[in-house]
C-alpha cells in the first residue's frame, strides 16, 4: 500500500504538479510548432510517451551499468546521453518501419523532432541522475521509480499539449489586431494556462 | 566583406532566431528572471555556436550526409562540456543559477539548426559570420526579457553583487512576473514588437518555422 501511494504520487508529482512545459519550460519548441492541430499533437503526444520511456530505460541502464563504475559520469553524462537517446531514436523509427507500417505512418514524422527535444534529454537525465533539477521530490531512484515518474512526466507533457492545441483551434477564428495574430497570442494564451498549472504548485508537499 | 556583414545583422534582426525562427525557446523563458543569468547564458550560447559553426564548416567536406547529424550533436556536446566545466570552475553562483540550462544546450534548436541549416553547407568565414550572429540576436533578446521581468518583478536589477537600477519604496513588484505566466505573456508581447519591427523595415511577412527541427525531410 506504501509503495503503491508512493509510486501514484510520483504520477502525479511528474505528469501536473511539476509539469515539464508549463512550469519548467522544458520542450517547448514542439509545444509551440506542431499544436496547431489537435490530431497532429496527438501524434506528437504519443511518441513523446513512446520515446521518453524508452530513453529513460536506456540511460538508467547505461548510467549505472556504465558511467558510475567507470567514475566517469560527472563530465561524459552529457555527450553520453544524448548518443544513446539519438541512437535509441534512430533504432525505434527503423525497426517502425519495418514492423509496424501504420504506427510508423502515425508516428514517424515526430520521432526525428524528439531526437532534439530537450523533454527527452531533461527527463532521462532528470530520472537517473536525481537532483539535477530542482522538482523537490526525494532522490536516489531506483529503476522502478526513474519508469513511473518518466511516464508522468511525458503524460503531464500530453495532457498540457493536447489542451494548448484546443485552444489555438479557437484562438485561429478570433478577432485580433494583425501583429497580435499566431504567435504572440499564442504566447500570451500559454501563460494563461500556465497561471493554472501554478496554482498546483506545492500539491501534495510535492 | 558586405556579404560577411549581412550575414551577421541576418541574424540580429530579420532571421532573430528567438523572435522569428522560434527556436530555442525553453532556456530563454526558464532563465530570463535575472540579467546576470541571462547575459551568461548569451555569452555561452555565442561561444557554442561560434565554435561549433567553425567546426561544423572545417570538417564539412569529410562528413558523410547520413551520419552528419551524430557528428554534429558530439561537437555541439564537447563544447557544451567545456562551457558547463569553466562555469562551474570560475562562476560557480552562475552555474547553480542556470543549472540544467548548461547541459541543456546540446539540445538547443538553435545550434543544431544553425549547423544544419548554413554551416554545413557555407564556407567557414560566412559561418562564423552567421554563428555570432544568431548569438548576439538570441543574447538581445533574452537580455532584454530578463531585464524587463527583473526589474518590473522584483523592483530592482542586481548584476554581480551591484545594485544597478531601484525602484522606489512604493513600487509593490507583482510577482507573477518573475513566475512562469510571466514570462509567456512579455514574451508575447516581444514577439508581437519585433514582428511589427520586422514587418515595418522590410515588408516581409515573418513566418515562423514550424517545426523547431531541421531533421524534417532530410530522411
Not at chain 1, 501536473?16 to 496527438?42: A, E, H, K, Q, Y
Not at chain 1, 514517424?108 to 534529454?121: D, K, R, S
Not at chain 1, 532521462?124 to 522538482?135: I, N, Q
Request: aromatic share 12%; with cysteine.
Amino acid at each position: 500500500m506504501e509503495t503503491l501511494q508512493h509510486f501514484a504520487l510520483l504520477l502525479v508529482g511528474g505528469a501536473l504538479v511539476n509539469n515539464i512545459l508549463l512550469t519548467r519550460f522544458i520542450g517547448l519548441c514542439p509545444f509551440f510548432g506542431v499544436s496547431s492541430s489537435v490530431d497532429t499533437s496527438l501524434g506528437m503526444a504519443g511518441a513523446v510517451v513512446f520515446v521518453m520511456t524508452l530513453a529513460t530505460t536506456a540511460t538508467w541502464v547505461f548510467w549505472n551499468v556504465l558511467l558510475v563504475p567507470l567514475g566517469v559520469g560527472d563530465f561524459l553524462y552529457i555527450p553520453a546521453f544524448i548518443l544513446v537517446i539519438a541512437a535509441l531514436v534512430q533504432f525505434v523509427e527503423m525497426y517502425l518501419r519495418k514492423a509496424s507500417p501504420a504506427l510508423y505512418r502515425s508516428l514517424g514524422i515526430f520521432l526525428p523532432l524528439i531526437t532534439t527535444n530537450c523533454a527527452v534529454l531533461a527527463t532521462a537525465t532528470e530520472s537517473v541522475r536525481p537532483g539535477f533539477f530542482k522538482m523537490g521530490i526525494e532522490y536516489g531512484f531506483s529503476f522502478g521509480e526513474a519508469l513511473v515518474y518518466t511516464v508522468g512526466i511525458s503524460l503531464g507533457f500530453g495532457i498540457a499539449l493536447l489542451t494548448f492545441a484546443a485552444l489555438r483551434e479557437r484562438l485561429e477564428v478570433a478577432p485580433a489586431p494583425e501583429v497580435m495574430r499566431g504567435t504572440p497570442m499564442a504566447f500570451i494564451t500559454a501563460g494563461l494556462l500556465s497561471l493554472g498549472y501554478v496554482g498546483l504548485a506545492g500539491l501534495f508537499g510535492l | 566583406m558586405r556579404e560577411w556583414v549581412a550575414v551577421f545583422r541576418r541574424g540580429i534582426a530579420i532571421d532573430n532566431p528567438l523572435t522569428v525562427l522560434m527556436i530555442g525557446l525553453c532556456a530563454t523563458l526558464a532563465v530570463s528572471t535575472k540579467v546576470e543569468g541571462a547575459l551568461f547564458m548569451g555569452l555561452a550560447v555565442i561561444f557554442v555556436l561560434g565554435m561549433s559553426s567553425i567546426i561544423v564548416s572545417s570538417i564539412r567536406s569529410l562528413v558523410p550526409e547520413q551520419v552528419r547529424i551524430p557528428v554534429f550533436i558530439v561537437i555541439i556536446a564537447s563544447f557544451v562540456t567545456v562551457v558547463d566545466l569553466t562555469l562551474k570552475a570560475f562562476f560557480p553562483d552562475i552555474y547553480l543559477f542556470l543549472g540544467v540550462w548548461i547541459p541543456l544546450i546540446v539540445v538547443n534548436c538553435i545550434i543544431l539548426g544553425r549547423a544544419e541549416a548554413f554551416s554545413y553547407h557555407q564556407p567557414v568565414r560566412l559561418a562564423v559570420a552567421d554563428g555570432l550572429g544568431m548569438g548576439l540576436g538570441f543574447s538581445v533578446v533574452i537580455v532584454a526579457l530578463a531585464a524587463i521581468r527583473e526589474l518590473f518583478g522584483s523592483g530592482e536589477i542586481v548584476f554581480l553583487g551591484m545594485r544597478l537600477i531601484t525602484f522606489p519604496e512604493w513600487y509593490r513588484p507583482p510577482g507573477v512576473l518573475l513566475l512562469f505566466p510571466g514570462a509567456f505573456i512579455i514574451f508575447g508581447f516581444i514577439i508581437a514588437i519585433a514582428k511589427w519591427y520586422n514587418m515595418r523595415t522590410s515588408g516581409r511577412l515573418i513566418q515562423p518555422d514550424p517545426h523547431c527541427t531541421i531533421k524534417e525531410g532530410s530522411r
